[in-house]
């Protein structure tokens, strides 16, 4: 009997792991219109007063799937994010590279996947991120990325947040 509730218990948590790793499996559309869906994102940010988080990368991407399951599963985080950024999955892969999107953008694939784009509510680009910053051993430092997003909000680069100390 305790052979069976030890196999049981590990084909419900691989099943489970399998699930959560299929819920992000998906994350980047190879076959979406990445101009349209920046332009959509890009008028949501300008809407909601917010910036835009471009996360670039590919479905084939470890590293870019334990980064979006890092930031939506840490209550802290996701806070942040949703707080201050309109999200947008740029695909990289064969099926679709969207080049002109990424010249758009200074070539921010020279860094490796994932790589972060930030844009103002306006479109306007205001910072390319190498994720290999942020990362610690198999994943992600949580300071580090609370780091990286707070001082790319709108609130950290509003002029009024800055007076003049004299």
Not at 10 to 25: E, I, Y
Request: one cysteine or more.
């Amino acid at each position: 009997m305790k052979k069976v509730m030890i196999v049981a218990v590990l084909l419900l948590s691989m099943s489970v792991s399998k699930a959560n790793f299929a819920d992000t499996a998906h994350l980047y559309n190879p076959l979406a219109n990445a101009e349209a869906g920046i332009a959509k994102a890009v008028a949501q940010a300008k809407k909601e007063h917010k910036f835009v988080f471009i996360q670039a990368g590919g479905n084939w991407c470890i590293w870019c799937l334990r980064f979006n399951n890092f930031i939506t599963q840490d209550a802290q985080i996701d806070s942040l994010v949703k707080a201050n950024f309109i999200v947008y999955h740029l695909n990289y892969s064969k099926e679709n590279f969207n080049l002109p999107v990424f010249a758009k953008y200074g070539f921010p694939q020279r860094f490796g996947f994932p790589v972060f784009i930030i844009l103002d509510g306006d479109g306007h680009y205001i910072h390319t991120q190498n994720s290999a910053y942020l990362e610690e051993n198999k994943g992600y430092n949580k300071e580090k990325v609370m780091d990286f997003f707070s001082s790319w909000t709108p609130a950290a680069l509003d002029p009024k947040n800055y007076t003049n100390p004299m």
